[in-house]
């Protein structure tokens, strides 16, 4: 959400393709939390001669490592010497950002996907190569914070895993019968179980607890942002409950239609979670 306040601010070194010169490109998170990640971004560019509109692309951290070089068509080889070479990146689609209306139209798509939001500052958008380059380090900065965060993220025990079984057809059938305030109102009681297990390090009650949220979680809409609500839920320090209380207040909004309250609602969230 934009606020008043600073946001967070990636930088790196871009290299000019008109003059040689290197110049630094400004990477702002516009949406999402920079320390964690969803490895599913809309990233955004605006033409530096300013032309109407902005140019979009979504990024990708495959589950998969694969090398995106080997599969740019012929007419895009001459540029793939000017991209990354690391077979590790995100993968941009399209490689080279197409035009949108305005910065709104591309938000609305990242909230109601519960995607992150990117600002890639300015580019000349009738330099395609530029436009390519900028796209590529971009993809390659985003996938290195998200290869950082995957990495702080804990592995299930194995006991756990063994423990708990996959959620039963009658549980899931129960949740299916339910309109979508109800499933609301049980996510809400399953994320006070785990709340409750995790401050109690209870590790068996918090992984079934995450077995059900996961579940209905499958059932809900995107823009619920779920991952984010089990997110904090699951954090074991002094701003987990006051995070995980505006995550649930998030969902209720969202479902009352309430969107004049998002943006405050948004900032509290962003200022808690970093």
Known sequence: MLTEEPLTMWRWRGRS???????????TYLLGNPSA??????????????????????????????????YLPPMFASFAAMAPQSAAAAVPMPPIPERLDSEVAVRRLAEARGDDLLDGGTVDTQAVDRLMLVTAEAAQRYHDAYVAYLRTVPETPAVVAQEVQSLSADELTAFQALTEGEQLSELSKLVGKLRYAVSGHDIYHAAEARRQITALASL???????????????????????????YLER????????????????????????
Request: hydrophobic share 35%; net charge negative; charged share 30%.
């Open 37 to 70: 990640p969803r490895g599913h971004a809309l990233l955004l560019l605006r033409s530096e001669r300013g032309d109407p509109g902005v140019w979009a692309t979504y990024l990708v951290v495959t589950p998969i490592t694969m090398d995106f070089t080997k």
């Open 220 to 246: 809900l809409p995107p823009k619920y942002r779920i991952d984010d609500l089990l997110g904090a839920a699951q954090r074991d320090d002094a701003t987990a409950d006051r995070l995980t209380e505006l």
């Open 251 to 274: 969902c209720f909004k969202i479902l009352h239609e309430e969107y004049e309250q998002l943006p405050a609602l948004e900032a509290r969230i962003k200022e808690l979670g970093e």
């Open 17 to 27: 393709t008109r003059c040689g010169s290197h110049t630094e490109m400004p990477f």
